[in-house]
């Protein structure tokens, strides 16, 4: 078992007044899996993500990873289990602005013992379709290109799980199907992905659904994996006649 969650909160402290953001997860995700994880705004997805990913630590409950206790680590042996098993990509990509794509891809290795740093980002641009493209700047890349980028960013160490928070929030309906598409690709060669999306298109895609309400799991069950390239139109986009209509949200 990759992941093993039971009776997770999360509680933040905001002056006098407290956010119950998780009120009792349970969460199992195994090897292989794709998932995503939908529900409104508000409803503890990120939160959810955050604790997953490392980056937060559960207020009371168990999580496992790898089935190594995460709640009792201190904050480097975090970092490290961060940097060594998690690949993250964010909806708004956060590569460096300035800094060519195959720099941005070796980043996460600067920090790890390994050699081969610069053979190792070009095979993740490769894998990610962006071989041609390794010297650009972001500022010089598309949407979906800057997407792709951030994906090789996350699999350049080889983690055990890629975590994607509505990876495809800022995209239009194509590029977003062929951000999809490489999902889909990675996870077939037997990547773990969980993402995040409030978009139902998207989820379908998925093998798996979990919806979330006000901090708890409310369903939990096989998404219909559908194939990107058979994902509709998007019914809104086309209605409404273009991809501005296809809104970007606000990282919610
Ligand atoms: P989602 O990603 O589903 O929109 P979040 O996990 O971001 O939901 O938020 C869940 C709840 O926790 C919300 O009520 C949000 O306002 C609150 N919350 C999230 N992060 C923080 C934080 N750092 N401090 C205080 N409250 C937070
Ligand atoms: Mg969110």
């Given at each position: 078992m990759l992941i093993e969650m039971d009776g997770v909160h999360k509680i933040y402290r905001m002056g006098k007044t407290r956010v119950h953001a998780l009120a009792g997860v349970d969460l199992r995700i195994d090897e292989g899996e794709m998932v995503a994880i939908m529900g409104p705004s508000g409803s503890g997805k990120s939160t959810l993500m955050n604790i997953v990913g490392c980056l937060d630590r559960p207020t009371r409950g168990m999580y496992l990873l790898e089935g190594e206790p995460v709640a009792g680590l201190d904050n480097n042996a975090l970092a490290r289990i961060r940097g060594e098993r998690i690949g993250f990509v964010f909806q708004t990509y956060n590569l460096l602005p300035r800094t060519p794509a195959l720099q941005n891809v070796m980043l996460p290795l600067l920090y790890q013992h390994v050699k081969d740093r610069r053979r190792r980002a070009e095979r993740a641009l490769e894998r990610v379709g962006m071989a041609d493209r390794m010297d650009h700047r972001p500022s010089e890349l598309s949407g979906g290109q800057q997407q792709r980028v951030a994906v090789a960013r996350a699999l350049v160490t080889e983690p055990a799980i890629v975590l994607a928070d509505e990876?495809?929030?800022?995209?239009d309906s194509k590029t977003s199907r062929e951000i999809m598409q490489l999902f889909r690709d990675l996870n077939d060669e037997g990547v773990t992905i969980v993402l995040v999306t409030h978009d139902q298109e998207i989820g379908n895609c998925a093998k798996r659904t979990v919806r979330m309400r006000d901090g708890q799991v409310i369903s939990d069950g096989p998404a219909p994996h559908v194939h990107p390239r058979d994902m509709s139109e998007g019914v809104e986009w086309s209605a409404e006649g273009g991809p501005g209509t296809a809104e970007p949200t606000n990282g919610s």
């Open positions: 990876p495809t929030g800022n995209l």
